[in-house]
């Protein structure tokens, strides 16, 4: 399921968005504590490595996994393997859409629109209605 959307450029790298990214997360998630630190996990690529990147993530409560490709097969976070392909399948599943294949829109705000859209179909497909 999409919890995020930011639209930037092709030529911006994820690391620069990362805290636009952690701030437009509209799951509800448990209340922060300063005094017992972060509570959620968030695996990470390679490309999140460095302090600026770490200390937004740990700011918004999330302890950092940042692992580099291969070694997410092997290492295990508190009994569940991190997936490096969740972000991809969601991509894909994008690209069935035709009109977001190929951004044609204007503005912003139109082209936000229509994630959120398909963002909402993609939601309605994984419902297992009975």
């Known amino acids: 399921m ?4 930011v639209i930037t450029g092709a030529n911006v790298h994820d690391v620069k968005e990362i805290e636009n990214l ?3 997360v509209v799951a509800v ?3 922060f504590d300063y005094k017992s630190g972060p509570t959620e996990n968030l695996c990470l690529d390679k490309g999140y490595v460095g302090e600026p990147a770490l200390e937004i993530i740990v700011l918004r409560g999330y302890i950092p996994h940042v692992v580099p490709r291969g070694v997410e097969k092997v290492q295990i976070c508190e009994g569940k393997r991190a997936r490096r392909w969740v972000v991809e399948r ?6 069935n859409f035709r009109k977001l294949r ?3 829109e204007k503005t912003s705000v139109s082209f936000l629109g229509l994630l959120m859209l398909a963002c909402a179909f ?3 497909r994984q419902i297992d209605v009975i």
């Open 29 to 31: 998630r448990p209340a």
């Open 102 to 104: 190929c951004r044609y």
């Open 90 to 95: 969601l991509h894909s599943w994008f690209n």
């Open 22 to 24: 952690l701030d437009a």
């Open 2 to 5: 999409p919890l995020a959307i």
């Open 122 to 124: 993609v939601c309605f």
